[in-house]
């Protein structure tokens, strides 16, 4: 099984960047596509980006297009999301989480992950 660990949080001002990490343990990145997701308090979780080891291909959520750009760096065995532009409600928990990736597409849906990260705190200011 895959371990995941999410970290990079931290506060930062509006009109700023982040970069998040989220390094696997316990086996390799490879046929794993590996989500973020954010939730804040009384929210759903919801999905932000994600990224496809089988073909590279990624998702964004609408509110996160042109902002946030996930990457993936296999011989670190991490998957990097850098937030650009940061807004007060991109203020959240976020989550990475891995789903193995089953030939059917991937599923970019809370229910569907297979392995879940605990979360890291990002808080934008006004």
């Known amino acids: 099984d895959v371990q995941l660990q999410a970290s990079g949080g931290g506060l930062v001002q509006a009109g700023g960047s982040l970069r998040l990490s989220c390094a696997a343990s316990?086996?390799?990145?490879?046929?794993?596509?590996i989500g973020w997701f954010r939730q804040v308090p009384g929210k759903e979780r919801e999905g932000v980006s994600c990224?496809?080891?089988?073909?590279?291909?990624?998702y964004y959520a609408d509110s996160v297009k042109g902002r946030f750009t996930i990457s993936s760096d296999n011989a670190r065995n991490t998957v990097y999301p850098q937030m650009n532009s940061l807004k007060p409600e991109d203020t959240a928990v976020y989550y990475c989480?891995?789903?193995?990736?089953?030939?059917?597409?991937?599923?970019?849906?809370?229910?569907?992950?297979?392995?879940w990260g605990r979360g890291t705190q990002v808080t934008v200011s006004s």
């Open positions: 316990g086996d390799t990145l490879d046929g794993y596509a």
């Open positions: 990224i496809a080891s089988s073909d590279g291909s990624t």
């Open positions: 989480a891995a789903q193995i990736e089953r030939g059917v597409g991937v599923r970019f849906m809370v229910g569907a992950m297979d392995y």
